[in-house]
């Protein structure tokens, strides 16, 4: 992952980390979630559209996440998750937990 874009979306935030999510990367992505909930945002949108690869550390930064939103009162929500992506979260179950969305409109409506 060489970087996360962070985009405004009406009602939460957009994090677009591109490339890889792996124990290398995974600490920016955690990182750049705990400084949007500080500054206030609850709802956290990661879209993974850009993202083409995800480890165990990329797993657990997702989990980390969806976690410290929880208990600050919000949701972390993924969305558009490339076909890589989507296959480690079917094979881990935590398609179950983190719930994929199609879009970032979809992720904004729940």
Same mark, same amino acid.
């Not at 009602?11 to 750049?32: E, M, Q």
């Not at 400084?35 to 879209?47: H, L, M, Q, S, Y």
């Given at each position: 992952?060489?970087?996360?874009?962070?985009?405004?979306?009406? %009602? %939460?935030?957009?994090?677009? @980390?591109?490339?890889?999510?792996?124990?290398?990367?995974?600490?920016?992505?955690?990182?750049?979630?705990?400084?949007?909930?500080?500054?206030? *945002?609850?709802?956290i949108?990661? *879209?993974?559209?850009?993202?083409?690869?995800?480890?165990?550390?990329?797993? %657990?930064?997702?989990?980390s996440c969806? #976690?410290?939103?929880?208990?600050?009162? %919000?949701?972390?929500?993924?969305?558009?998750?490339?076909?890589?992506?989507?296959?480690?979260? #079917?094979?881990?179950?935590?398609?179950?937990?983190?719930? @994929?969305?199609?879009?970032?409109?979809?992720?904004?409506?729940?």
């Amino acid at each position: 992952m060489t970087s996360i874009d962070v985009r405004e979306a009406d %009602g %939460g935030v957009v994090l677009v @980390p591109s490339g890889r999510l792996t124990v290398v990367t995974a600490p920016n992505l955690r990182a750049a979630v705990a400084e949007r909930i500080t500054a206030g *945002d609850r709802i956290i949108i990661v *879209d993974l559209s850009g993202t083409d690869f995800v480890d165990s550390s990329g797993l %657990g930064a997702l989990v980390s996440c969806l #976690k410290s939103a929880r208990q600050a009162g %919000g949701d972390l929500r993924l969305v558009a998750p490339t076909e890589q992506v989507m296959m480690v979260l #079917k094979m881990t179950n935590l398609d179950r937990i983190l719930q @994929p969305r199609a879009s970032v409109a979809d992720a904004l409506r729940d």
